[in-house]
């Protein structure tokens, strides 16, 4: 493999239902860097039924290329049909580097092509840099229980793969004058390329905010002692704030609250602007989810919890008390009570 001959940053362009996820801008912008560093450029791949109206938002976010796979066989994702895509896309422009998102859809794809393409993946990264000959990603993630971090290399195959969390990396602002190129892909795929079929996309988490979209994000953990207080009290604070309601293993396993709502390397990865953790001591594994929150509030009746040493503001007391206060402080302040 002539490694000179594989140019240029990819990101693969999520999009449901008409509107491309927010990790396909965060996968632009960190994929910008990268290729400013390389000396590359930057490209977005995007793959569906009439979605080429989505090209331009994806170079107003800084993408110089978008590749655009647009055929009434692509409306609804397919393992094998959106994989045979991907590698005819390889095969034809020989990409150096193939940005994913690890959503349940990156995470199915990005496998599937790597192996297609014989060639090394990194999953669920949560940094990117360039190596100092500026030829090779070095992709780190968290290992071991987030207890290492592992960088990892793929030297000599390309292109070079990783799927990449959500929420890790900021979405660039959008520059609406921004210029680049659309250009047309021919679609080649049989019956043979869809090897499953869709049958009926049934929605789950009914219709609030989720809180890998969330700006605000209200969590509780094990003290809250049940389920009542995260249909009540925390969800009241997050209603007043305008955002969601976030949860600890440890309530996730109680039963307390669905795991939709689960927080950390197990869970989801979240980069709200206000992270309130209540009763929430503050483990390693909690905190791998959240410490991409602009501001961190925490309410623990433990002055020695670790979650202490990561917050912008701390207030030491019981949640009970100290969350309806909040609540109602807020509302007064909002002009709402
Ligand atoms: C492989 C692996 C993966 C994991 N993945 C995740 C994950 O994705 N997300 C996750 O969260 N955890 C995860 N965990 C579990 C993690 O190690 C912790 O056990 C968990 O985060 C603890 O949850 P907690 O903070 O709610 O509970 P605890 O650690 O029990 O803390 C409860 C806190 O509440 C405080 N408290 C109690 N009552 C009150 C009150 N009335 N007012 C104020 N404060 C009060 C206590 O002082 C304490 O600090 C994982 C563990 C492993 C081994």
Request: hydrophobic content about 40%; aromatic content about 6%.
């Amino acid at each position: 493999m002539d490694l000179a001959e594989y140019k240029g940053v990819y990101v693969i362009a999520e999009q449901f239902e008409g509107k491309l996820r927010n990790v396909s801008f965060e996968l632009l912008g960190q994929g910008r860097k990268l290729a400013d560093t390389i000396g590359d450029e930057v490209g977005a791949v995007l793959i569906g039924h009439n979605v080429k109206p989505l090209a331009q938002e994806l170079i107003a976010h800084g993408a110089h290329k978008v590749y655009v796979y647009d055929d009434p066989q692509l409306e609804q994702y397919n393992t094998t049909a959106y994989s045979k895509v991907l590698c005819d896309f390889f095969n034809e422009i020989k990409p150096n580097v193939f940005l994913v998102g690890a959503t349940n859809i990156g995470r199915d794809l990005g496998p599937r092509v790597a192996n297609s393409l014989k060639t090394g993946l990194t999953a669920d990264c949560t940094g990117l840099s360039v190596d100092d000959d500026k030829k090779t990603i070095v992709w780190t993630r968290p290992a071991l229980g987030g207890n290492i971090m592992a960088e990892i290399i793929c030297p000599d195959n390309r292109p070079q793969m990783g799927t990449v969390r959500p929420n890790v990396f900021k979405k660039p602002e959008a520059d609406a004058s921004a210029t680049g190129e659309i250009i047309d892909m021919k679609v080649d795929l049989t019956d043979a390329d869809f090897l499953t079929k869709f049958v009926e996309l049934i929605k789950m988490g009914g219709g609030g905010i989720k809180i890998e979209e969330a700006d605000v994000i209200v969590s509780g953990g094990r003290g809250m002692n049940g389920s009542e207080p995260f249909e009540g009290m925390l969800k009241e604070l997050a209603t007043v704030l305008g955002g969601a309601v976030g949860a600890s293993r440890a309530a996730v396993d109680a039963g307390w609250i669905d795991a939709l709502h689960q927080v950390g390397q197990t869970g989801k990865t979240v980069g709200p602007k206000i992270y309130v953790a209540c009763a929430i001591s503050g483990a390693i594994q909690h905190l791998a989810g959240m410490t991409g929150s602009d501001c961190i509030i925490a309410i623990n009746k433990d002055e020695d919890a670790p979650i202490f040493k990561v917050c912008d503001y701390g207030i030491v007391g019981d949640v009970f008390q100290v969350v309806p206060k909040l609540t109602e402080a807020i509302k007064k302040h909002k002009g709402l009570a």
